[in-house]
Antibody, heavy 117, light 106 residues
């Protein structure tokens, strides 16, 4: 079955860019039929959808984050990535990658990213 | 943005009892509604999509109902592994989640 794994720095300085990669195993991003999403969960809060990408490279973003988010895909590596620029402490969260068929399943285990100097 | 409101924030239930969780959308999402279960330190797990269809491997004690703006997740007889946080999510217009309902042991 499809599994996803996030990777990237656990600590980012304010004003810098947060960069995470999601590696997909057990299935090919290029097979189509699904979008590939990033979602985050700030401490003690609910879930927030950040955006998603199709294997063709077409990406769609949460309007509230659109100005700072870029999601890209590398089909040769079966990976997709998140860049979030100009981060502040409010961007501290567990970041999840997931397969998206409108409902979201499965999810990666999540990675905690802390924004602090 | 469609705002999803879940109630109650915390539900105290004894094992074997029935739990009823509510989710309300600020505008109609028809049946574009999913429910997820999240345990501490874990990622969410899809339970229900299309408002009422159980995801693969989800026990029959979980059921979803509703359409438009009012939705319900029912756990017919709570088992120990069901104590967790439950999130609803709409996918009619982008994606937004509720704040979650924590189901705790009474």
């Amino acid at each position: 079955q499809v599994q996803l794994q996030e990777s990237g720095p656990g600590l980012v300085k304010p004003s810098q860019t947060l960069s995470l990669t999601c590696t997909v195993s057990g299935g090919s991003i290029s097979s189509g039929g699904y979008y590939w999403s990033w979602i985050r969960q700030q401490p003690g809060k609910g879930l927030e959808w950040i955006g998603y990408i199709y294997y063709t490279g077409s990406a769609y973003y949460n309007p509230s984050l659109k100005s700072r988010v870029t999601i890209s895909v590398d089909t040769s590596k079966n990976q997709f990535s998140l860049n979030l620029s100009s981060v502040t402490a409010a961007d501290t969260a567990v970041y999840y990658c997931a397969r998206d068929a409108r409902s979201i399943d499965p999810w990666g285990q999540g990675t905690l990213v802390t924004v602090s100097s | 943005e469609i705002v999803m409101t879940q109630s109650p924030a915390t539900l105290s239930v004894s094992p074997g009892e029935r739990a009823t969780l509510s989710c309300r959308a600020s505008q109609s999402v028809t049946t574009n509604l999913a429910w997820y279960q999240q345990k501490p330190g874990q990622a969410p797990r899809l339970l229900i999509y299309g408002a009422s269809t159980r995801a693969t491997g989800i026990p029959a004690r979980f059921s979803g109902s509703g359409s438009g703006t009012e939705f319900t997740l029912t756990i017919s007889s709570l088992e120990s592994e069901d104590f967790a946080v439950y999130h609803c999510q709409q996918y009619a217009n982008w994606k937004t989640f509720g704040q979650g309902t924590k189901v705790e042991v009474k």
